[in-house]
């Protein structure tokens, strides 16, 4: 890969963005990245695009915002929302690694600060592991954040005390029973972490994560963007207007406090990336690749990571949502790519998600299908409803449910196309059949 392929193929993908994004093909409906912006009201776009092999494109678009506003660069910073718990998650698994935690012990033998109670009182049995992947049963939380001389400190962000404004965290499901997102996981991971090294959080991810991975325009810092103004994005509400104050101040730092640039975001998932193959002199094979697979069966979140591991698509990383802010970081490991971007709107997403998908587009891996005659017959998607797909001439009929048959465009991936639906198909091994509809997955076992 040169840097050829790099610049000449993303400044122009984004000239045609796809708007209609649930398929994963590139529909008729595409727009340019700053209309899209426009459309939604969003002042700026930082993204960057990284290889393995250690090249780099990045570019910014659009404005910082404010009374002061200049052109969004790559090196300008924004809030990295909850892709700070991607990060929070690494250090972590750094502590494990080094035998000061371990995933799978109560939490009580390391938070001496703090202690966590369910509604009765109750000390529940939670662990290290649980937090990291949402498991553990805490309140559901999304934190706001504050102005800068309102901030209360984490502890009374745990105990729902002084200034703030959530409520405090306790255990209210079954540790371990199920997939609950909320931020107040990291806020007791946060804690935690304080407790078992005495070392300031915002130090302490410096030392196992920023500095290591040579994140040099990231910071938990909440003093971060007022010592560097004229180089952050100012936040702003949907409809384009501006936070006051420009950002809010985070003292949920593991959960929502990170800035940083889309550049120094790809390199934390490329070196998650070489440490699944291991090649990382930061974190061993089997933590890593820890991080990336699903804590629950059938789920899509690992240890601090968004997972997709679907026929034809693995990738993982973050998304974040805050105040102000939205941006997406993910690596496609088997084409040794990530790719991230960030915004200074709350509006953002739909522009971020026509940047992922073009990304799927170009990085997902492709999966070979089973040879066409072996894949004729009957699938039972349910009871009631049943799909016929025979081979004629070398081409694929497919027939669902009382439907006219349809011949099957094949795809060089891998995946069948419907030619009038918004539907993929795919044949896995074990006879079955996978139907994909408007980014939603079902499979059909043949009989």
């Not at 954040?145 to 200034?163: E, H, I, K, N």
């Not at 806020?187 to 005495?198: A, E, H, R, S």
């Not at 693995?314 to 960030?342: E, K, Q």
Request: proline share 6%; net charge negative; charged share 20%.
């Amino acid at each position: 890969m040169d840097d050829v392929d790099f610049s000449y193929g993303w400044a122009p993908l984004l000239g045609h963005l796809d708007r209609q994004v649930s398929s994963g093909l590139l529909s008729p409906d595409t727009a340019a990245l700053t209309d899209l912006m426009s459309s939604y009201q969003v002042p700026g776009v930082s993204i960057a695009v990284g290889h393995l092999d250690g090249q780099v494109w990045a570019a910014g678009y659009g404005v910082t915002g404010g009374a002061t506003s200049t052109p969004v660069t790559a090196g300008t910073a924004f809030a990295a929302c909850s892709i700070s718990k991607h990060v929070a998650a690494f250090g972590a698994l750094r502590l494990v690694q080094d035998g000061v935690l371990a995933l799978d012990t109560d939490i009580r033998a390391y938070l001496t600060s703090w202690r966590l109670f369910d509604r009765a009182g109750r000390q529940p049995a939670v662990t290290v592991r649980q937090l990291l992947a949402h498991t553990a049963g805490l309140s559901d939380t999304w934190y706001r954040g504050y102005a800068a001389d309102r901030a209360p400190s984490l502890l009374q962000v745990l105990d729902g005390s002084g200034p703030t404004i959530t409520a405090p965290v306790r255990s209210t499901l079954l540790p371990g029973s199920r997939f609950r997102y909320s931020g107040s996981h990291y806020c007791v991971l946060q804690q935690l972490l304080v407790d078992v090294t005495g070392t300031a959080f915002e130090d302490l991810m410096r030392t196992l994560v920023l500095d290591p991975v040579a994140m040099a325009d990231s910071s938990f810092d909440q003093r971060f963007p007022h010592q560097r103004p004229d180089l952050v994005a100012r936040g702003h509400h949907g409809g384009g207007t501006a936070v006051p104050g420009g950002w809010r101040t985070q003292p949920e730092l593991a959960a929502a406090g990170l800035w940083s640039t889309p550049t120094d975001l790809l390199r934390l998932d490329l070196e998650i990336a070489r440490a699944v193959s291991g090649d990382s002199r930061l974190l061993d094979r089997d933590l890593a690749t820890e991080m990336c697979k699903p804590q629950i069966p059938g789920g899509a979140y690992g240890l601090g990571t968004e997972v997709e591991d679907r026929a034809g698509c693995r990738r993982f990383g973050h998304t974040g949502l805050n105040v102000g802010y939205t941006c997406f970081s993910y690596v496609w490991p088997d084409s040794g790519i990530a790719v991230a971007a960030m915004t200074n709107s709350e509006d953002g997403w739909e522009t971020l998600v026509s940047i992922r998908a073009a990304a799927d587009r170009r990085y997902a891996t492709g999966v070979t299908t089973a040879p066409p005659g072996d894949v004729s017959g009957r699938y039972v998607l349910r009871d009631d409803y049943p799909i016929d797909v025979a081979v004629s001439d070398g081409h694929l009929t497919f027939s669902a449910a009382g439907q006219q048959p349809v011949v099957l465009r094949a795809e060089p991936d891998g995946r069948y196309l419907h030619p009038g639906l918004d539907l993929a198909i795919r044949f896995l091994p074990a006879d079955v059949l996978e139907l994909r509809q408007e980014g939603m997955t079902q499979t059909a076992k043949r009989s």
